[in-house]
Nanobody, 121 residues
Framework: QVQLVESGGGLVQPGGSLRLSCAAS????????MGWYRQAPGKQRELVAT???????NYADSVKGRFIISRDNAKNTVYLQMNSLKPEDTAVYYC???????????????WGQGTQVTVSS
């Protein structure tokens, strides 16, 4: 059984910062790609940022220069530091982790439960 537990969402004023965390627990052998996605009301879920096990990152154009994704492989945890937040960043943020349950096992994609981020004055 694998669980992804997210934390760090909340209400913040425009220009403020938040840090999201997502920890994979349970029968995790190894993780590969980890990422963050978001879904605003009435919109489709969209990619925010991804990071490979080796640390290569990819960002949506809308968050480049403001958000930083990082990971701690020993803790099976991915982070999203969000700076200079704007009202249009308001959404439910979901983490996604690709992982294996055994050395020779298949890779599976897991989603977190989502955490609300609201940027408003």
């Amino acid at each position: 059984q694998v669980q992804l537990v997210e934390s760090g969402g909340g209400l913040v004023q425009p220009g403020g910062s938040l840090r999201l965390s997502c920890a994979a627990s349970g029968n995790v052998f190894s993780t590969s790609a980890m990422g963050w996605y978001r879904q605003a009301p009435g919109k489709q879920r969209e990619l925010v940022a991804t990071v490979t096990r080796g640390g290569n990152t990819n960002y949506a154009d809308s968050v480049k220069g403001r958000f930083i994704i990082s990971r701690d492989n020993a803790k099976n945890t991915v982070y999203l530091q969000m700076n200079s937040l704007k009202p249009e960043d308001t959404a439910v943020y979901y983490c996604n982790v690709a992982l294996r349950l055994a050395a020779m096992g298949s890779e599976y994609s897991y989603w977190g439960q989502g955490t609300q981020v609201t940027v408003s004055s």
